[in-house]
């Protein structure tokens, strides 16, 4: 056999907390495993043809044909182990974790596989919650119709050591979890915070070349308030006129900021007709009369 590159779909499997399992009852862990692999996984496996790569203690790299079999054969695997975990108590579960990736590998002489196919699928099967199925974007095309069980869209993730962010679904069973998506950040919301701390930087920055200089007679106020640190700057009338355009934007940032603030608390409100308010007809309610501001614009105040 000769070294070369193919399509595979890789299911990477590890055992849920193996080393706490083994560190409490290590003999008759290693027992349930060994019964599982004889009663569970190596069944499974085989009868929807997949190879295994290598196996750890805690877990196993496989290689299958088909995507859709390795799914199946991952949901079968899944499905054994809540039955045969339901009556135990929880420390004493033995779950896993299941991540699954098509793509292009290179196959060593000795069977061996490696490439970011294999990398993937193992971060994949990392951000598994415990007893979940997580697969790639690639994957997840290849078995959407052709299986009944649904899959949850988690969005685009980061994975560790992976270039590119990758779109993830993770299998939705009753009772099960599913990864938590990151938190999406509010970029609005951080752009202001950003925006509000540039006119300070940049006092500092003019307060840094006017002493580089000799602009300023004394030293900038150390103490980090921003009310001496403009008072220092204002003495020196260079730089008179760079601060008050300075002021002015970060008039403006908390302005707009605190216009956005106020407009998403309002979305967040139900909207409500106030007795007296103007109708959906643009009719004008009994007690109040309507009025034209400076700008031409109608409005509307109790008489």
Not at 2 to 14: M, N, P, Q
Not at 188 to 216: K, N
Not at 218 to 239: E, I, N
Request: glycine share 10%; charged share 30%.
């Amino acid at each position: 056999m000769t070294e070369g590159r193919k399509i595979a779909a890789i299911l990477v499997a590890d055992i849920v907390g193996y080393s706490r399992l083994m560190g409490a009852e290590e003999e008759a862990t290693l027992a349930r495993l060994r019964a599982l692999s004889n009663e569970v996984f190596r069944p499974a496996i085989e009868a929807h043809g997949g190879r295994v790569v290598s196996r750890a203690g805690d877990g196993a790299v496989v290689e299958f044909r088909s995507v859709v079999e390795a799914v199946r054969c991952a949901i079968d695997i899944t499905k054994d182990l809540a039955e045969r975990n339901a009556p135990l108590p929880l420390d004493r579960r033995i779950e896993i974790r299941t991540g699954i990736h098509l793509g292009d590998v290179i196959e060593t002489q000795d069977g061996d596989l490696f490439g970011d196919a294999v990398n993937i699928a193992a971060r994949l099967e990392s951000i598994c919650a415990p007893g979940g199925i997580c697969l790639s974007e690639d994957a997840w095309r290849q078995v959407r119709d052709k299986t009944p069980e649904t899959f949850v869209d988690l969005g685009e993730q980061e994975l560790k050591n992976i270039v590119r962010p990758m779109r993830i679904y993770a299998l939705s069973r009753s009772g099960s979890e599913t990864p938590a998506r990151p938190a999406v950040v509010d970029q609005p919301a951080g752009l202001m915070r950003t925006a509000r701390t540039i006119p300070a930087a940049a006092i500092g920055v003019i307060e840094s070349v006017a002493r580089l200089t000799d602009g300023l007679a004394s030293p900038p106020d150390a103490s980090g308030d921003p009310a001496k640190r403009l008072s220092h700057a204002r003495k020196h009338p260079g730089l008179a006129k760079a601060v008050g355009i300075l002021e002015t934007v970060e008039r403006i940032v908390d302005v707009v900021t605190d216009r956005t603030a106020g407009r998403d608390a309002n979305a967040a409100l139900p909207r409500q007709t106030a007795p007296g308010a103007e109708t959906s007809g643009g009719e004008t309610a009994p007690g109040v009369r309507r009025r034209r501001n400076s700008r031409g614009r109608g409005d509307s105040s109790a008489s």
